[in-house]
């Protein structure tokens, strides 16, 4: 899912903000770089309450990078790898209606088509997120939290082998990727095509996808919020199987 929608989610289950929630909600996608990939830093909510669980100013941060994840199941479990009976998490299942027209708006091969319509589902979301409770303002607050941040980076040093994360280069960088405060189909799609050349070299069709953005929102606006419930119910429950110990 997309940064303001990880913010709203991680309101849903903590019942409040703070800049640890907005920085822990974000969290696992600000790390994944070259030498951190997408699945280590999705993996990686029981790791980091380990390391901060003995830090009471911090465990709201660690609380809310497991409401993102995968394992221990969080937002992106259920939006990218199952939800219900379905093939896959919701976002890849709304996507299945409009991966002919991904293919088409973003000029990619046939294969890449399933997974970047639900890219597409979840840009719709964000949208829809940002019309009920824009969050691009917590976003920038967190990341010019640089005494959190600097906290952040000392207590999680050790947190992967390949050496520092450096928070502060990362919430830079981000910021510059991803579009986090003025949220329209056409800024997600300009952002979109600017990672496309990035990631694959592939120029899309950008005033294509906009619309196909519009189109998404419109596919999820009767069921999103039931997906949001149900799941918020969830992620209570596995987190508090994690942190109930301590
Ligand atoms: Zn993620």
């Not at 929608?5 to 969290?27: C, P, Q």
């Not at 997408?38 to 709201?60: D, M, R, V, W, Y």
């Not at 919020?225 to 199987?241: C, G, I, M, Q, S």
Request: with cysteine; proline share 3%; hydrophobic share 40%.
């Amino acid at each position: 899912m997309y940064p303001q929608t990880h913010v709203y989610f991680a309101e849903r289950v903590l019942g409040k903000t703070s800049d640890e929630i907005t920085l822990g909600s974000i969290f696992p996608d600000l790390i994944i770089s070259n030498t951190l990939d997408h699945t280590t830093a999705h993996h990686s909510g029981q790791k980091i309450f380990n390391l901060l669980k003995n830090h009471p100013n911090l465990i709201e941060f660690a609380k809310a990078v497991i409401t993102h994840g995968i394992e221990p199941h969080g937002l992106d479990y259920y939006g990218d790898e199952k939800y219900f009976d379905f093939e896959r998490g919701y976002c890849f299942e709304k996507g299945k209606a409009i991966i002919d027209e991904t293919i088409a708006a973003c000029n990619i091969p046939t294969r890449m088509g399933w997974w970047k319509s639900h890219n597409i589902i979840e840009m719709g979301i964000e949208l829809l997120v940002n019309d009920i409770k824009p969050c691009g303002s917590l976003i920038r607050q967190a990341f010019n939290n640089r005494k959190l941040i600097g906290t952040l980076d000392k207590h999680l040093m050790h947190f992967h082998c390949t050496g520092p994360i450096n928070l502060v280069q990362k919430t830079a960088f981000f910021a510059d990727y991803i579009e986090i405060d003025n949220i329209t189909e056409e800024t997600l799609a300009a952002k979109y095509e600017f990672q496309m050349i990035t990631k694959h070299n592939i120029l899309i069709n950008r005033k294509q996808v906009a619309c196909l953005i519009e189109k998404a929102a419109k596919s999820v606006t009767e069921d999103l919020d039931e997906f949001f419930d149900y799941t918020a119910e969830k992620v209570k429950e596995n987190l508090f199987a994690v942190t109930d110990r301590y």
